[in-house]
């Protein structure tokens, strides 16, 4: 299984410093380790302003056949066209987001809070979970979503959602032929904290947990309901200690 990864900064403010370049960073790296140098083909990086070569370079390239592009503006036209792009390419993909995450009032009526959860992009541009959640679902590979973000309990909204125990039914949606699955850092009334992990610089505490705690190795290598659910147990327990909840969605279930 070789996957394509974009990995997306949203901090249109610039208010987070470092701490979203890291995550993105350190998050392809544990990808490198955990699935492999050989099963990674694609990486797109998407930041709001344009990297040194310094901060580049910081980038590890699994393998030399390995393509690394880097886009110095997170607009919705450039998620939506690299996603898009991803689509064509016989192979599941990653989404991975670090930064900050909002709250605005329901545009479609189908929150029971009345709030849409969004990303900040550029230019006071926003991503929405409707439109997050259209994007992803509507395709023929599987596609992990994973949102470290402030109100990240539904930053995608799938069919079922993981309480702990089982699945219970989220949305209604006509289930596509895609295997998505979905990982939030926090439930969408709690914020997702940044600290420092003891082995890696700081970031946001689902990404350092995955990381050093190296939850997802086996998800990542075999993407079912049976590896998410046990992933789930190692996030609630480590992101307890931040106050934080993870929310596991996934848009099909398994027979």
Do not use: W
């Not at 895609?178 to 420092?196: H, L, P, V």
């Amino acid at each position: 299984m070789s996957y394509n990864v974009i990995l997306i900064e949203a901090d249109g403010a610039e208010s987070l410093g470092n701490s979203c370049l890291n995550d993105l960073r350190n998050f392809l790296n544990y990808c490198r380790l955990s699935i492999g140098c050989n099963n990674i083909n694609m990486v797109y990086v998407l930041t709001h302003m344009e990297l040194s070569n310094l901060q580049k370079s910081k980038f590890l390239v699994p393998t030399k056949k390995t393509s690394l592009t880097f886009i110095n503006f997170t607009s919705s036209k450039n998620i939506i066209n690299v996603v898009e792009f991803f689509k064509k390419q016989d192979n599941p993909m990653i989404i991975y987001i670090s930064g900050h995450g909002g709250q605005i009032l329901d545009r479609s009526g189908d929150e029971k809070d009345g709030l849409d959860e969004y990303i900040p992009l550029v230019n006071n541009q926003i991503m929405t979970d409707d439109d997050l959640t259209k994007l992803i679902v509507d395709q023929e590979h599987t596609v992990i979503c994973i949102v470290d973000t402030c109100h990240s309990g539904s930053m995608v909204d799938f069919n079922y959602k993981y309480d702990g125990d089982e699945f219970f039914q989220n949305r209604n949606y006509p289930i596509p032929e895609s295997r998505a699955f979905y990982i939030g850092a926090c439930e969408d009334d709690q914020y997702a904290y940044c600290t420092t992990g003891k082995k890696i610089d700081s970031g946001g505490a689902l990404t350092i947990k995955i990381i050093e705690q190296q939850l997802l190795n086996d998800f990542l290598k075999d993407p079912c309901i049976k590896n998410i659910t046990k992933a789930y147990d190692g996030l609630e327990y480590f992101l307890r200690f931040h106050n934080q909840k993870p929310s596991i969605q996934t848009n099909f279930l398994e027979d």
